[in-house]
């Protein structure tokens, strides 16, 4: 069994892929700029103008703020929960609150309180980046999963 560990152990670092490009360096300017983008795109979400599945896809990437990378998450939750919404009027003006302070709270750049950040690190348990997805990426996971 020792073996088989260590033979898989190897094969994983023999088939890690390097991403081509490295991170990109992140000033705060720039991690304040992503906030505010993030807070604009929640306050669209909640008006109605922008849906859950596109403002996902607007939300900064790659970012080293776990601040906007737990909007991602906030999001999904609030697209999630769209029956409750509908059947429970207190839960939906709950998370709406909850989604509007987020939203005040980014547009002035500032970052999330600590406890939100830190009870979805606590529910996802790992860091919330989440990877740039194209072909290279999909197949290193793919190979890894099948212990190739």
Same mark, same amino acid.
């Given at each position: 069994?020792?073996?088989?560990?260590?033979?898989?152990?190897?094969?994983? @670092?023999?088939?890690?892929?390097?991403?081509?490009?490295?991170?990109? +360096?992140?000033? +705060?300017?720039?991690?304040? $700029?992503? @906030?505010?983008?993030?807070?604009?795109?929640?306050? %669209?979400?909640? $008006?109605?103008?922008?849906?859950?599945?596109?403002?996902?896809?607007?939300?900064?990437?790659?970012?080293?703020?776990? %601040?906007?990378?737990?909007?991602?998450?906030?999001?999904?939750?609030? =697209? =999630?929960?769209?029956? &409750? @919404?509908?059947?429970?009027?207190?839960?939906?003006?709950?998370?709406?609150?909850?989604? #509007?302070? $987020?939203?005040?709270?980014?547009?002035?750049?500032?970052?999330?309180?600590?406890?939100?950040?830190?009870?979805?690190?606590?529910?996802?348990?790992?860091? #919330?980046?989440?990877?740039? &997805?194209?072909?290279?990426?999909?197949? $290193? @996971?793919?190979?890894? %999963? &099948?212990?190739?």
């Amino acid at each position: 069994m020792k073996l088989l560990s260590q033979i898989v152990d190897k094969l994983n @670092r023999l088939l890690y892929v390097e991403p081509k490009v490295s991170a990109p +360096e992140f000033t +705060e300017e720039d991690i304040i $700029a992503e @906030r505010k983008k993030a807070g604009e795109l929640f306050f %669209s979400v909640l $008006a109605g103008n922008v849906s859950v599945l596109e403002a996902l896809k607007k939300l900064p990437k790659a970012t080293p703020d776990d %601040s906007i990378n737990v909007c991602f998450h906030i999001l999904v939750h609030y =697209a =999630a929960d769209e029956d &409750i @919404r509908k059947k429970d009027p207190l839960y939906r003006e709950t998370q709406d609150d909850f989604i #509007l302070h $987020a939203a005040e709270t980014l547009q002035r750049g500032e970052m999330l309180p600590i406890n939100i950040i830190n009870e979805y690190n606590d529910f996802y348990n790992g860091n #919330l980046i989440y990877p740039e &997805i194209n072909k290279k990426t999909i197949i $290193a @996971r793919l190979k890894k %999963s &099948i212990n190739i």
